[in-house]
C-alpha cells in the first residue's frame, strides 16, 4: 500500500464517519414522517407557502446537519422558472441566522448548492449579493476566488 493509498483510504473513512455523523444529527433533528413527505412532494406544491424552505431542507444532505446545529437556515430571496419547459426552479437564497458570521460559510454555500441542484426540480442555485456584506474583507475575496457559488 502506497501512502496516496493510505492518505485515500483515510479520508474515505473520515468522510464516512463525519456523514453517519451528519446523519445522526439530522434524525435528532427532525421527523422523519414530516421529512419523508416534504422530501417526496413536488415543490411546486409548497411554492408561496410556509413548508417551502423545510421542503429545500429536507433535499440536503450533510450540509444541513451544520445549518440546523449551529442555529442557521435558508431564506429564498428569489424564485423562477428556468427557462427550459418550467418544470425546474432556479432560486436565489440567502443564509440565515448563525449562518451569516460563521466562517465556514463558504463550504456552507457550495453544500447547500451541490445538494439542491442534485434535485431534479432544480436547475440553478444562486445566492443574494447581500451575503458577502457579512462576511470580513478576507472571507469576501476567500469566496468570490474560491467559492464554487455565484452571487447576484
Known sequence: M???DLVARYAAEAK???SAEASRRI???TDPVVEERLRTTPLLNFIGGDEFVPALLSRLGDVRAALDGHGGGIAVTSLDWAEDDGTQLDLVLDLTGACLSCGA???TLEG???DLEGDDEISRIRFSSALLDTFDELGR???LAHGAVEFV
Open 2 to 4: 502506497t501512502d496516496d
Open 16 to 18: 464516512a464517519a463525519m
Open 27 to 29: 434524525d435528532e433533528m
Open 105 to 107: 460559510a463558504p463550504g
Open 112 to 114: 447547500v448548492k451541490t
Open 141 to 143: 475575496e476567500f469566496i
